[in-house]
């Protein structure tokens, strides 16, 4: 599949979302209440990155889009990842749901997969 304009095949970019599974486990939140975290942290990513050229490809593969939905255990966890990636330039948005104020899920904007895959291969796929 060529980049609309690019002229060459397009590149595999993937957003990444990670979420706190203790928030169905240990805390007994609602599954759609999870996912619409998730929702939430993607939705902001992609608008707070908008102008971006890999995000901007990314959109243009409206039919074929790639998301990976990743699960943190913990709060603690979520935070530490969020600081390691914004040390390593690494754009994204930790969702903060409000009035509670408390990290729930967090959302890269789209990237090669090899870009940031170092960062998340310790986590495990969402279950």
Wanted: aromatic share 6%; charged share 15%; proline share 7%.
């Amino acid at each position: 599949m060529a980049v609309p304009g690019g002229g060459g095949p397009s590149r595999r970019l993937v957003q990444y979302v990670v979420v706190r599974s203790d928030l169905v486990s240990a805390l007994s939140w609602p599954l759609g209440a999870v996912i619409t975290q998730a929702c939430h942290a993607a939705t902001a990513a992609v608008h707070l990155h908008y102008s971006d050229p890999d995000t901007q490809e990314y959109l243009a593969q409206l039919d074929s889009m790639h998301k990976v939905v990743l699960q943190a255990p913990d709060e603690a966890c979520l935070s530490s990842l969020s600081a390691t990636l914004s040390e390593n330039g690494i754009a994204h948005k930790l969702w903060m749901e409000q009035p509670e104020n408390i990290a729930t899920c967090l959302a890269l904007k789209p990237y090669p997969k090899e870009t940031v895959q170092p960062f998340l291969k310790k986590l495990k796929l969402f279950k």
